[in-house]
């Protein structure tokens, strides 16, 4: 299981006398994430954005972006974070070009490690594209080399996943985010769980420095996530900073990320 808290944060829970072999991260399904619909940025505004949405600047909670709810676009940031390579991957290399891989209406930021401060990354985006962020999400995913990591008797694999991924990422009490300076409002309502199994392929080049338990091939896995996905942002310049504070009193951030949109 690992975790993200605005940085990155890896976890092992003891099952027994065993450790869990699961890796709680972002994927995306395949090589490069492609959009689901052919709807135009024109199309982004849904009756759900009428009212109600405390934060002009995100699509709102009960939104379908691009045809696909932000449980979705929050499974498919893990997707895309798995699927690329440990040379090329910007989590493991802070100097990577953040849009490795990417293609389609969505852009995925990428994580910063947890427990950091004042770290900054810099992206690059074409204009018109939504900006996902992951503030702090596990992933539970499945099988692992560890053989204790199975459900127990009678519990179906998607609830045994999700209630990982759930308990890990428990202690979230405080996230703050700014756009430009300007803060977002209620961002602990931007929490989204899996449903459904999710299926994603990781790249097995991870398996040594991220998730022992990639095969590379398509596998389960369950999120629990604080997620927020941006509306497509003016050209320029934008500088968006995250800090995330668990109970136990341990602080991500702030952390920025600079973005220029041509």
């Given amino acids: 299981m690992s975790r993200l808290n605005g940085a990155w944060r890896f976890i092992r829970t003891p099952i027994g006398g065993g450790l869990v072999g699961a890796l709680a991260l972002l994927l995306l399904v395949g090589h490069r994430v492609e959009a689901e619909t052919s709807r135009t940025s024109s199309e982004l505004a849904e009756p759900e954005d009428r009212g109600g949405n405390p934060n002009a600047a995100l699509f709102p ?16 940031w893990w997707r895309w974070l798995l699927a690329v390579p440990a040379a090329q991957n910007p989590f ?25 401060t004042n770290m ?19 992933l539970n995913d499945y099988p692992c080399p560890d053989p204790t990591f199975q459900p127990a008797p009678g ?17 979230i009490a405080e ?22 199994l999710m299926f994603f392929k990781g790249d097995t080049s991870l398996q040594t420095s991220l998730d022992s ?14 997620f927020i996905l941006f509306k497509p942002l ?8 995250r800090r995330v504070v668990t109970t ?4 991500t951030g702030p952390n920025t990320t600079e973005i220029d949109v041509l």
């Fill in 175 to 196: 996230i703050d985010v700014t756009l430009d300076g300007q803060p977002l409002n209620d961002i602990l309502s931007y929490h989204f769980a899996s449903h459904e």
């Fill in 120 to 138: 900054s990354r810099s992206c690059t985006i074409e204009h018109g594209k939504a900006v996902a962020i992951t503030l702090s999400s596990v």
């Fill in 92 to 116: 493991l290399n802070a100097g990577a070009d953040c849009s490795v891989n990417q293609s389609g209406p969505v852009f995925f930021v990428p994580p910063l490690p947890v427990g950091s």
């Fill in 61 to 76: 909670v009960p939104s379908h972006p691009f045809g696909s709810d932000l449980e979705k676009w929050a499974e498919n």
């Fill in 213 to 226: 338990c990639i095969t590379g091939g398509f596998q389960p896995a369950a999120i629990d996530s604080y």
């Fill in 155 to 171: 519990q179906s694999l998607f609830d045994f996943l999700l209630a990982g991924a759930v308990t890990g990422n428990g202690d």
């Fill in 248 to 251: 136990g009193g341990r602080v």
């Fill in 234 to 241: 003016s050209r320029g310049h934008h500088t968006i900073v």
